[in-house]
């Protein structure tokens, strides 16, 4: 890293892929100096939601190239159903990572550095203070005193949180794919995508071990009880007859 201890740095987090019921959710984050965000506005980053695929590649580059440093942390299905099996819920689980991102990145600073960060990240619950809460259990010790918020519409915002949404969003994407080429095309994964519904119908019993579906979600759930209940319905049909 360039010796500029002096200068204002800042640290971008968001996520991407909360809500689908197939792959995974990404958490990122982007570290800059801070006087890259105007540089970063003019080459039009901004919250990943509002540009095309082939932009957010394009961007997502630049941001490698351009940014002192960045993170990312994937969490499978699996990880996402440990975590609410446990009594964890999803804002924890997202704390858990963002923690882990944070740590990751400020491992590599100066303490001079830490004093001119400031860590903003899109904030995934309604209670932003009770959030940041949860998430200070996970932060090292050394990282505590570190200046950290977080805030709704982030993404919007602050450019280093929509260089990092555009980080979060192509590397999900990426994985999505490898999932789409070794399984097919399940659309965008999401609960309201008529074609995801639709493949996690047909597909359920025989990918379930493969593990790519989010079986804590509701969706997975009535598709499961919609499909085994008919042919327990059946069975029982069945013995009626014997």
Avoid at 172 to 187: M, Q, T
Avoid at 213 to 219: A, D, I, K, L, V
Wanted: charged letters at 35%; one cysteine or more.
């Amino acid at each position: 890293m360039e010796e500029k201890n002096n200068k204002e740095l800042i640290l971008g987090i968001d996520d991407a892929g909360r809500g689908p019921v197939i792959g995974p959710m990404c958490l990122a984050g982007v570290l800059i100096y801070k006087e890259l965000e105007e540089e970063f506005r003019r080459a039009g980053i901004k919250d990943s939601k509002l540009l095309t695929p082939k932009k957010r590649e394009e961007l997502a580059k630049i941001i490698k190239e351009t940014c002192i440093n960045f993170n990312f942390q994937l969490l499978s299905p699996v990880e996402i159903d440990t975590g609410l099996g446990m009594g964890v819920n999803l804002n924890e689980v997202e704390a858990i990572a963002c923690a882990a991102i944070i740590n990751n990145l400020a491992s590599n600073l100066k303490e001079e550095q830490k004093k001119n960060l400031v860590i903003v990240i899109d904030c995934p619950s309604n209670n932003p203070k009770a959030w940041m809460n949860t998430l200070m259990n996970y932060v090292k010790e050394e990282n505590k005193k570190i200046k950290m918020r977080a805030e709704h519409k982030a993404d919007f915002h602050y450019p280093s949180v929509s260089a990092a949404s555009i980080i979060a969003k192509t590397t999900r994407d990426a994985e999505i794919e490898k999932l789409k080429e070794k399984y097919g095309d399940f659309g965008s994964g999401y609960p309201s995508d008529p074609l995801t519904k639709k493949f996690l119908e047909e597909n359920l019993e025989k990918l379930q071990k493969e593990k790519i579906f989010r079986e804590s979600w509701q969706t997975f759930q009535t598709a499961r009880d919609k499909k085994f209940g008919k042919e327990i319905k059946k069975s029982k049909q069945a013995r009626l007859f014997e």
